[in-house]
């Protein structure tokens, strides 16, 4: 029996890079997934690359209350429960506290934490009928470790690490599990489009960026959003019935690197 049998998965974001690939790892697990996303040709690339009825899509907004009453009812509808929610949709707005747009801050605090909220909300009492269920809240290295110009994604997925442990404390006797993966850099769409410029200012192409980005990680490279998917496999299934309110980092060891002596490397190299 593949491990994900006879569940039913909602995952946010899951048009491109780490949704689509966590919805074809939970499809190859034997789960039924309804993919959410914002872009409808996008969600039904996901879909049509998956096996007959084994997938939906659900165009919709995690910003937007009203979607989410919509992804919750559709996801229900295709599985007949719902037991694993996976939010991973998110936003990057680059800006310090003085220089970000305060829509734009609003924005991000809608789609990164409230939407998960509201997710989170409408999701539980289902999982609660059921008998339980698994959460996974995708969150970033960067709820952890600030970046620069990173103050409303930074603070965003801090505030989903924090989310996350609350909601495990709150259910774990309910039999609902909640945790959170953090990754570090990952080569999706999102992170192409964000480092486009800074490519553009170092004279190279995105390629050279990514290699020039992921020097100093222990791995040195970016990770595949398949190498995520696994981990997300794990937190849905019964191989982790026990794990709530873990905050998992998924970096190619980045997290352990201590900046004063990355410089120091690079100095030493000449590529200071």
């Known amino acids: 029996m593949k491990k994900l049998e006879d569940k039913t998965a909602l995952i946010t974001g899951g048009g491109s890079g780490i949704g689509a690939a966590i919805a074809r790892r939970f499809v190859e697990e034997g789960a039924r997934v309804c993919v959410a996303g914002r872009r409808q040709a996008a969600l039904d690339d996901v879909v049509r690359a998956l096996p007959p009825d084994s997938a939906v899509s659900i165009c919709g907004d995690v910003s937007c209350e009203d ?30 506290v003085a220089d970000i747009e305060t829509d734009l801050w609003r924005k991000a605090l809608d ?3 409230t939407g998960p909220f509201l997710l989170m909300k409408k999701s539980i009492p289902h999982m609660i009928q059921n008998g339980g269920g698994s959460i996974i809240n995708v969150a970033s290295l960067a709820g952890l470790r600030s970046i620069p110009a990173g103050a409303a994604y930074c603070s965003t997925k801090a505030g989903l690490i924090m989310l996350t442990r609350q909601a495990a404390l709150d259910y774990g006797p309910l039999k609902i599990r909640c945790n ?5 850099g990952v080569r999706t769409d999102m992170l192409e489009r964000s480092v486009g410029p800074l490519a553009e200012k170092l004279g190279t192409d995105v390629d050279g960026f990514m290699a020039y980005f992921s020097s100093m990680v222990p791995m040195r490279r970016v990770a595949l959003p398949e190498e995520i998917s696994g981990l997300c496999s794990y937190l849905a299934s019964d191989d982790s019935t026990y794990m709530t309110g873990a905050v998992l980092v998924i970096d190619g060891g980045a997290a352990v690197v201590d900046i004063s002596g990355a410089a120091i490397t690079r100095l030493l190299e000449g590529r200071a």
């Open 67 to 96: 979607d989410i009453d919509v992804m919750i009812a559709k996801a229900v509808d295709f599985g007949g429960k719902l037991d694993i929610l996976v939010n991973n949709a998110a936003m990057e707005v680059p800006g310090t």
């Open 111 to 113: 789609t990164n934490l």
């Open 180 to 184: 959170a993966v953090c990754p570090g």
